[in-house]
């Protein structure tokens, strides 16, 4: 009797579904066994190793969402915001664990997530490397360190296709460095420093953005003192690097009980 965990990809036809596909075919101790994207994708039918540009591996690409939820030990969601809701309903109908890796979320969606963990387990992970929740726990110590007397500037960089801005993982760096020093983000953020008159706010946490080329994920968080300045860097080189922590979250995620959960708690550093 195999004891793979059974794993079905929502968002299957983009980049990162993609790339959890191949990650999962390639895992002993997991097993694909839906693979589903939005109705008008040209993706439909197709099997998935055609999709991800290697020989058929026996299953095809779906719509159908509701069985790929009853078929699967576990979710894993690297669809757009706008599907989120009717991901959720499934899961929460059918009673699967999801982990949402999808990121530009609204406070309601937040929200959603929340209640939706009431009646099965939910994940959320808006960046799954090893890395960036390690540099998290990093500018939250920092920043309680050095307070309000360092400014906090935040610059991330993604490719040209990525859609929300800023990045989910800035938001998340900067909700760390904002808890660090006992702070509300919402209260102390800044977006727009173009064409701006207004005098710097000190005990801010100011945000960057680039899109350039194939960019895949970088993130600086800057702590400036008057005469030094400490910066924390993490960059991806590869997609596959949040694939495999996908798919490390859906592991640990399979058989928990309902509860809302986050990459800290994969990673051990809840505690």
């Known amino acids: 009797m195999s004891t793979r965990v059974k794993i079905a990809v929502l968002g299957a036809s983009g980049r990162m579904g993609q790339q959890l596909i191949k990650a999962i075919l390639a895992d002993s101790g997991s097993e694909l066994v839906a693979a589903v994207t939005h109705s008008q994708s040209s993706a439909l039918g197709k099997d998935v190793g055609s999709l991800i ?5 026996g299953l095809t690409v ?105 990045s989910g993982t800035a938001l998340a760096l900067g909700e ?26 000190p005990g801010s946490i100011g945000f960057a953005t680039l899109r350039a080329g194939d960019i895949v994920g970088e993130h600086t968080v800057y702590l400036v003192l008057g005469g030094e300045r400490l910066e924390l860097t993490h960059r991806v080189a590869d997609r596959k690097t949040f694939a495999e922590g996908a798919l490390n979250a859906a592991l640990w995620l399979n058989g928990k009980k309902a509860g809302f959960y986050s990459m800290n708690h994969v990673l051990g550093l809840d505690e």
């Not at 540009?53 to 591996?57: K, N, S, Y």
């Not at 929200?111 to 540099?135: C, F, H, I, K, P």
């Open 53 to 57: 540009g290697t020989t058929e591996a």
């Open 62 to 166: 779906t719509h159908e969402l509701t069985a790929a939820a009853k078929a699967a030990d576990v979710l894993v969601d690297f669809s757009l915001p706008l599907a989120l809701a009717g991901n959720l309903t499934v899961a929460k109908q059918t009673k699967t664990p999801i982990v949402i890796c999808t990121t530009g979320l609204s406070e309601q969606q937040n929200q959603d997530l929340q209640r939706v963990a009431e009646e099965t387990a939910v994940l959320y992970a808006a960046n799954t490397s090893l890395g960036v929740n390690l540099l998290r726990e990093l500018v939250r110590t920092a920043s309680k360190a050095l307070g309000t007397k360092a400014d906090i500037e935040i610059l991330e960089a993604h490719h040209t296709a990525k859609r929300d801005a800023p």
């Open 176 to 201: 760390a460095a904002a808890e660090g020093r006992n702070q509300v983000l919402s209260d102390v953020a800044e977006y727009q420093r173009n064409f701006s008159d207004q005098a710097h706010r």
